[in-house]
């Protein structure tokens, strides 16, 4: 738990998804800087396997790196960039059936000499780090009935977690709580609350639409291990159309801050009350004290799809801030005092069997790509969307176990001639006020953000070039083709005194289904790609 809790200090390893248990993706290293970035040169890369999409982080430890994907586990020297093992994943071939947005795996967890991941037909295990060989391995659902997983797993406390997809499936969402030894199941929380449990009056009485509610943490879970609270977002409701469970749906659309000891929820806040809208908020919770008022306040930062910014206290889920970053048209603005959002008129009309546009579209203002936090200078680095979608509730019909169970029809419109698709973007978090925005005229990036202490950002776009831009003006320093798109996050680590950058590639996952034209242009294919410095 030492090294877990203190990842970021020995920047020999990447211990955590997001740099730290705070997922801040911010590193101290400098080696690399604006003024010498233009001499990274790719020293290694090594071939992933797999066609089906990359968009997991690696993980560092001991000279080892560990990178996960839906068929395979790696561990990679990290001198060399040679293989010393790699362990197949058992998964049954039916399962793409039942993803409803990309074939994808976002990473592992590693402690006490166990690399630990979830499969895509939902089971959860443990891998040897020495030799690869599997140690334990346990089924958490069934994947005929629509659940499936992707979840980078957390250690917290001693506590293995992971969590579940599906909400497009009409599954009811859960959080899982295991012991890393022996895989035994410690404990299950539910995030629609059932008869008796808090939360379930939010939820039609004498009715079991609970059990197809959603709000699945299909995201990442960040700890703070001093407040003991682990931080999960959770998918839209299900189904998308509210018409069977008007009302608030707890805890759809919402963060959860919970004991990983015992899974009990201490806290909870909702980004979008009953989520009509697809605006699932699993995107990360990056944790930073920072200065409101005059006074230091532990905050946890939400940028969620539904375009706004939010600022919480993480020991109490007290709202301090939220703010438009993205464009968007279904709220007025979110009201500070209840916390709650104060809707336009665009639900009315959809109620009223009006087909709208609204903004942001399916792609959210924002993403899972996850952005980065500067605690430095307290500005935070994201890619965001710039789309809008058109959207009519339908006819649900009736709940078949493991079909689509959503409601709507919807759909894309063509993008206007001389509109962004994207932007990468800087902001304060406590006003969402942009220090400086770029705009993309090709495609919105999936591949998150890295901050370094060298005034870089590290990010990937979707035509496969992984990118170096200057983070006080937004300008791009470098770049270097991979040959594939990239929509997983980069880490930074050093190695014998040098510092390295990672990023995998490869077009799929989530972004597989973007557009044809980008089908076309980029070919699949995953890589792991590792860079440094020329030396002098």
Known sequence: NYDLRNDGKNT???????????????????????????????????????????????????????????????????????????????????????????????????????????????????????????????????????????????????????????????????????????????????????????????????????????????GIGSYDPELDLTYWGTGNGGAWNPIERPGDSLYVASVVAVRPKTGEIVWHYQFTPGDPLDFDAINENILA?????????????????????????????????????????????????????????????????EEVEFWPGPRGGKNWGPAAFNPHNGLMYMNIANHPRMFKFAPIGEYKPGERYTGVQTRVPPRRPGEPDGFYVAVDPLTAKPKWKIPLMDYMQWGGMLATGGGLLFSGKQTGEVVAIDADNGNMLWKYQTGSAINAPAVTFTHKGRQYVTVLSGRGGGAINVNGELRDAVPLGGMVWTFALLPE
Not at 173 to 198: A, N, S, V
Not at 305 to 334: C, H, M, P, S
């Open 289 to 353: 004290d920072i200065r409101i008022n005059g006074k230091v306040r532990k905050v946890l930062i939400h940028a969620d799809k539904n375009a706004f910014l939010y600022v919480i206290d993480r020991a109490t889920g007290e709202l301090l801030a939220a703010n438009e970053f993205a464009r968007q048209n279904w709220a007025e603005r979110i009201d500070l005092k209840t916390g709650r959002p104060v809707f336009t008129d665009l639900l009315k009309r959809m109620l009223a069997g």
């Open 12 to 218: 020999d390893n990447v211990l955590t998804y997001g740099m730290g248990y705070h997922q801040n993706r911010y590193s101290p290293l400098a080696q690399i800087n604006t003024s010498n970035v233009k001499k990274l040169v790719p020293v290694w890369s090594l071939g992933m396997e797999n066609d089906l999409g990359e968009q997991a982080q690696p993980m560092v430890y001991n000279g080892v790196m560990y990178v996960t994907n839906v068929k395979w586990t790696f561990a990679i020297d990290l001198a060399t960039g040679k293989q010393i093992w790699r362990t197949a994943v058992d998964y049954d071939p039916g399962t793409p059936r039942v993803v409803c947005c990309g074939i994808s795996n976002k990473g592992a967890a590693i402690y006490n000499g166990k690399l630990y991941r979830v499969t895509l037909d939902a089971h959860v295990l443990a891998l040897d780090m020495k030799t690869g060989k599997q140690l334990w391995k346990n089924k958490f659902a069934e994947w005929k009935e629509g659940y499936s997983s992707i979840v980078a797993p957390l250690i917290a406390n001693g506590v293995l977690v992971t969590g579940i997809s599906g909400a497009e499936f009409g599954i009811r969402g859960f959080l899982d709580g295991w012991d890393p030894e022996t895989g035994k199941q410690l404990w299950r929380r539910y995030l629609t609350p059932g008869p008796g449990e808090k939360g379930h009056e939010t939820w039609p009485q004498n009715s079991e639409a609970y059990k197809r509610g959603g709000a699945t943490p299909w």
